[in-house]
């Protein structure tokens, strides 16, 4: 059974850094893909950052480069989305996601989702 879930995130103000987790089982990351994506409310889920297996290329939203950086740590089976210059608009429920396809900023590239953690970033 494939299970990811997800922690770390939390209420921060604007400026300020979260640090994600993704912790599977089930799967590995050396196959699988890797997404993270965020919805707010009222909002349709959008893809803030991708890793693929193997290489580890990566990939973001345009409004989060620069800022996030998303990482993984085979040994742990963990994937890792580092979140720094937060803003309120960064406000949502993050979810991480796996596929076995390339990773890509589109859910319907992952087979496996999280239950989400709520990011809240007050102004």
């Known amino acids: 059974e494939v299970q990811l879930v997800e922690s770390g995130g939390g209420l921060v103000q604007a400026g300020g850094s979260l640090r994600l987790s993704c912790s599977a089982s089930?799967?590995?990351?050396?196959?699988?893909?890797v997404g993270w994506f965020r919805q707010a409310p009222g909002k349709e889920r959008e893809g803030v950052a991708c890793?693929?297996?193997?290489?580890?290329?990566?990939d973001y939203l345009d409004s989060v480069k620069g800022r996030f950086t998303i990482s993984r740590d085979y040994a742990k089976k963990t994937v890792y989305l580092e979140m720094n210059r937060l803003e309120p608009e960064d406000t949502g429920v993050y979810y991480c996601?796996?596929?076995?396809?390339?990773?890509?900023?589109?859910?319907?590239?992952?087979?496996?989702w999280g239950q989400g953690t709520q990011v809240t970033v007050s102004s």
């Open positions: 996601a796996a596929g076995r396809g390339s990773a890509r900023l589109h859910a319907s590239a992952y087979d496996f």
């Open positions: 089930g799967i590995s990351f050396r196959t699988y893909a």
């Open positions: 890793i693929s297996p193997g290489a580890g290329t990566s």
